[in-house]
Protein backbone atom coordinates (compact mmCIF):
# COMPACT_ATOMS: atom_id res chain seq x y z
CA UNK A 1 0.00 0.00 0.00
CA UNK A 2 1.25 3.37 -1.11
CA UNK A 3 2.42 5.85 2.17
CA UNK A 4 1.88 8.81 3.04
CA UNK A 5 3.81 11.49 5.15
CA UNK A 6 3.14 14.11 7.27
CA UNK A 7 4.10 16.42 9.97
CA UNK A 8 4.05 15.11 13.23
CA UNK A 9 1.81 18.66 14.40
CA UNK A 10 1.34 22.11 13.27
CA UNK A 11 0.04 25.31 15.14
CA UNK A 12 -2.28 27.52 13.62
CA UNK A 13 -3.94 31.15 15.05
CA UNK A 14 -7.75 31.15 14.91
CA UNK A 15 -9.68 33.02 11.52
CA UNK A 16 -5.91 32.34 9.84
CA UNK A 17 -5.57 30.13 6.82
CA UNK A 18 -4.12 26.59 7.36
CA UNK A 19 -2.15 24.64 5.17
CA UNK A 20 -1.73 21.20 5.83
CA UNK A 21 0.73 19.03 3.39
CA UNK A 22 0.58 15.79 2.65
CA UNK A 23 3.49 13.84 0.88
CA UNK A 24 3.27 10.67 -1.10
CA UNK A 25 5.73 10.27 -3.83
CA UNK A 26 4.94 6.14 -4.39
CA UNK A 27 0.92 6.90 -5.28
CA UNK A 28 -0.40 5.23 -8.58
CA UNK A 29 -2.56 5.85 -10.75
CA UNK A 30 -5.48 4.45 -9.31
CA UNK A 31 -4.65 6.03 -5.48
CA UNK A 32 -7.53 8.75 -4.61
CA UNK A 33 -5.87 10.85 -1.94
CA UNK A 34 -8.56 11.26 0.74
CA UNK A 35 -8.32 13.44 4.14
CA UNK A 36 -9.99 12.74 7.77
CA UNK A 37 -10.15 14.25 10.85
CA UNK A 38 -10.14 13.26 14.30
CA UNK A 39 -11.62 15.09 17.25
CA UNK A 40 -10.32 14.75 20.56
CA UNK A 41 -12.14 11.84 21.77
CA UNK A 42 -14.73 10.80 18.53
CA UNK A 43 -14.19 8.65 15.71
CA UNK A 44 -12.44 10.11 12.36
CA UNK A 45 -14.97 12.42 10.42
CA UNK A 46 -14.31 12.43 6.45
CA UNK A 47 -12.63 15.72 4.97
CA UNK A 48 -12.52 15.56 1.14
CA UNK A 49 -11.06 13.52 -1.40
CA UNK A 50 -9.88 14.04 -4.77
CA UNK A 51 -8.01 12.44 -7.65
CA UNK A 52 -6.16 14.63 -10.12
CA UNK A 53 -7.43 18.18 -9.47
CA UNK A 54 -7.86 20.92 -6.89
CA UNK A 55 -11.14 20.01 -4.68
CA UNK A 56 -13.27 21.97 -2.64
CA UNK A 57 -16.28 21.40 -0.41
CA UNK A 58 -18.11 23.10 2.63
CA UNK A 59 -14.98 21.87 5.03
CA UNK A 60 -12.19 22.29 3.35
CA UNK A 61 -10.22 22.54 -0.12
CA UNK A 62 -7.26 20.60 -1.35
CA UNK A 63 -5.03 21.32 -3.97
CA UNK A 64 -3.13 18.54 -5.60
CA UNK A 65 0.37 18.80 -6.86
CA UNK A 66 0.16 18.22 -10.90
CA UNK A 67 2.81 14.85 -10.16
CA UNK A 68 0.34 14.13 -7.54
CA UNK A 69 3.14 13.34 -5.48
CA UNK A 70 2.24 15.92 -2.64
CA UNK A 71 -1.06 17.26 -1.64
CA UNK A 72 -2.12 19.71 0.64
CA UNK A 73 -5.44 20.17 2.83
CA UNK A 74 -6.40 23.96 3.03
CA UNK A 75 -8.22 25.16 6.08
CA UNK A 76 -9.74 28.73 5.16
CA UNK A 77 -10.30 30.00 8.44
CA UNK A 78 -8.68 27.60 11.40
CA UNK A 79 -11.89 27.73 13.99
CA UNK A 80 -11.20 26.62 17.84
CA UNK A 81 -12.97 23.33 16.54
CA UNK A 82 -10.71 22.25 13.83
CA UNK A 83 -8.47 21.16 16.26
CA UNK A 84 -7.56 18.08 15.56
CA UNK A 85 -5.65 15.13 14.21
CA UNK A 86 -5.81 15.18 10.23
CA UNK A 87 -4.97 12.24 8.13
CA UNK A 88 -3.74 11.44 4.51
CA UNK A 89 -4.83 8.56 2.96
CA UNK A 90 -4.64 6.79 -0.03
CA UNK A 91 -7.36 4.52 -1.55
CA UNK A 92 -6.80 2.34 -4.26
CA UNK A 93 -9.91 2.77 -6.14
CA UNK A 94 -8.16 -0.15 -8.61
CA UNK A 95 -6.85 -2.91 -5.41
CA UNK A 96 -9.06 -5.14 -3.52
CA UNK A 97 -9.38 -4.18 -0.45
CA UNK A 98 -11.20 -0.56 0.72
CA UNK A 99 -10.36 -0.67 3.98
CA UNK A 100 -8.39 2.82 5.31
CA UNK A 101 -4.64 2.71 5.71
CA UNK A 102 -4.19 5.43 8.45
CA UNK A 103 -0.61 6.66 9.37
CA UNK A 104 0.24 8.84 12.48
CA UNK A 105 -1.67 11.88 10.70
CA UNK A 106 -0.90 15.65 11.58
CA UNK A 107 -1.81 17.20 14.76
CA UNK A 108 -3.25 20.70 14.49
CA UNK A 109 -3.05 23.00 17.76
CA UNK A 110 -5.38 26.09 16.86
CA UNK A 111 -4.50 28.99 19.16
CA UNK A 112 -7.47 31.62 20.26
CA UNK B 1 -29.88 11.22 11.19
CA UNK B 2 -28.26 8.74 13.41
CA UNK B 3 -24.82 8.32 13.06
CA UNK B 4 -23.06 5.06 13.62
CA UNK B 5 -23.48 4.03 17.62
CA UNK B 6 -21.34 1.94 19.58
CA UNK B 7 -21.96 0.22 22.98
CA UNK B 8 -20.79 0.14 25.67
CA UNK B 9 -18.68 3.73 25.55
CA UNK B 10 -16.14 2.21 28.01
CA UNK B 11 -15.67 -1.17 29.23
CA UNK B 12 -13.19 -2.29 32.02
CA UNK B 13 -12.46 -5.81 32.25
CA UNK B 14 -9.76 -8.22 34.05
CA UNK B 15 -6.85 -10.74 31.82
CA UNK B 16 -8.61 -13.55 30.93
CA UNK B 17 -12.21 -12.49 30.21
CA UNK B 18 -14.26 -12.42 27.57
CA UNK B 19 -16.14 -8.86 25.91
CA UNK B 20 -18.49 -8.15 23.42
CA UNK B 21 -18.31 -5.08 21.38
CA UNK B 22 -21.46 -3.87 19.84
CA UNK B 23 -21.71 -1.77 16.60
CA UNK B 24 -24.86 -0.17 15.30
CA UNK B 25 -24.29 1.37 11.88
CA UNK B 26 -26.04 3.85 9.42
CA UNK B 27 -29.61 2.42 8.59
CA UNK B 28 -29.34 1.57 4.99
CA UNK B 29 -25.41 0.81 5.34
CA UNK B 30 -24.22 -2.56 3.50
CA UNK B 31 -20.81 -1.76 4.50
CA UNK B 32 -19.87 -2.02 7.76
CA UNK B 33 -15.52 -1.92 9.17
CA UNK B 34 -14.02 -2.70 12.67
CA UNK B 35 -10.75 -0.97 13.55
CA UNK B 36 -8.48 -0.49 16.76
CA UNK B 37 -6.86 2.77 18.04
CA UNK B 38 -3.93 2.41 20.66
CA UNK B 39 -2.61 5.59 22.26
CA UNK B 40 -0.91 7.97 19.85
CA UNK B 41 -1.53 5.84 16.65
CA UNK B 42 -3.83 6.38 13.96
CA UNK B 43 -6.82 3.58 13.48
CA UNK B 44 -5.49 0.51 12.13
CA UNK B 45 -8.01 -2.00 10.26
CA UNK B 46 -9.22 -5.08 11.68
CA UNK B 47 -12.55 -6.23 9.71
CA UNK B 48 -14.36 -5.28 6.61
CA UNK B 49 -18.29 -6.88 6.45
CA UNK B 50 -20.18 -6.50 2.91
CA UNK B 51 -24.29 -7.75 4.34
CA UNK B 52 -23.52 -10.56 6.75
CA UNK B 53 -20.04 -11.89 5.28
CA UNK B 54 -17.02 -11.27 6.45
CA UNK B 55 -15.13 -9.90 2.84
CA UNK B 56 -11.72 -9.08 4.66
CA UNK B 57 -10.69 -10.18 8.16
CA UNK B 58 -7.02 -9.59 7.09
CA UNK B 59 -6.41 -7.21 10.56
CA UNK B 60 -7.99 -9.54 13.10
CA UNK B 61 -4.55 -9.87 14.91
CA UNK B 62 -4.87 -13.07 16.39
CA UNK B 63 -7.55 -16.06 16.54
CA UNK B 64 -8.91 -14.50 20.17
CA UNK B 65 -10.97 -12.33 18.02
CA UNK B 66 -13.83 -12.81 15.91
CA UNK B 67 -16.88 -10.58 14.44
CA UNK B 68 -20.30 -10.87 13.37
CA UNK B 69 -22.74 -9.61 11.50
CA UNK B 70 -25.70 -11.64 11.30
CA UNK B 71 -28.25 -9.66 10.01
CA UNK B 72 -26.27 -7.43 7.76
CA UNK B 73 -26.85 -4.59 10.39
CA UNK B 74 -25.60 -4.59 13.82
CA UNK B 75 -22.26 -6.52 14.47
CA UNK B 76 -20.49 -7.92 17.48
CA UNK B 77 -16.77 -8.07 18.08
CA UNK B 78 -15.80 -10.43 20.31
CA UNK B 79 -12.90 -11.12 22.28
CA UNK B 80 -11.72 -13.99 24.30
CA UNK B 81 -9.12 -14.26 26.81
CA UNK B 82 -8.47 -10.70 26.88
CA UNK B 83 -4.62 -9.43 27.20
CA UNK B 84 -3.34 -6.17 28.49
CA UNK B 85 -2.52 -5.63 25.45
CA UNK B 86 -5.59 -5.62 24.18
CA UNK B 87 -6.83 -2.29 25.83
CA UNK B 88 -7.64 0.16 22.73
CA UNK B 89 -10.28 2.38 21.28
CA UNK B 90 -11.98 0.43 19.20
CA UNK B 91 -13.88 2.15 16.52
CA UNK B 92 -16.67 0.94 14.19
CA UNK B 93 -17.46 2.19 10.40
CA UNK B 94 -19.91 1.95 8.10
CA UNK B 95 -20.66 2.89 4.49
CA UNK B 96 -23.74 2.62 1.86
CA UNK B 97 -21.63 0.70 -0.43
CA UNK B 98 -17.99 -0.93 -0.63
CA UNK B 99 -15.79 2.23 -2.04
CA UNK B 100 -18.38 5.21 -0.48
CA UNK B 101 -17.33 7.51 2.40
CA UNK B 102 -17.01 5.67 5.68
CA UNK B 103 -18.28 7.19 9.13
CA UNK B 104 -17.37 6.24 12.11
CA UNK B 105 -18.97 5.96 15.52
CA UNK B 106 -17.53 7.54 18.69
CA UNK B 107 -15.62 3.72 19.55
CA UNK B 108 -15.42 1.96 22.67
CA UNK B 109 -12.83 2.45 25.01
CA UNK B 110 -11.70 -0.81 26.13
CA UNK B 111 -9.40 -1.39 29.32
CA UNK B 112 -8.09 -4.56 30.40
CA UNK B 113 -6.10 -4.46 34.07
Known amino acids: DAKTTQPNSMESNEEEPVHLPCNHS???????IHWYRQLPSQGPEYVIH???SNVNNRMASMAIAEDRKSSTLILHRATLRDAAVYYC?????????????FGTGTLLAVQP | GAGVSQTPSNKVTEKGKYVELRCDPI?????LYWYRQSLGQGPEFLIY????????DSGLPNDRFFAVRPEGSVSTLKIQRTERGDSAVYLC???????????FGPGTRLLVL
Open chain 2, 93 to 103: ASSLGGWETQY
Open chain 1, 26 to 32: TISGTDY
Open chain 1, 50 to 52: GLT
Open chain 1, 89 to 101: ILRDYGGATNKLI
Open chain 2, 27 to 31: SGHTA
Open chain 2, 49 to 56: FQGTGAAD
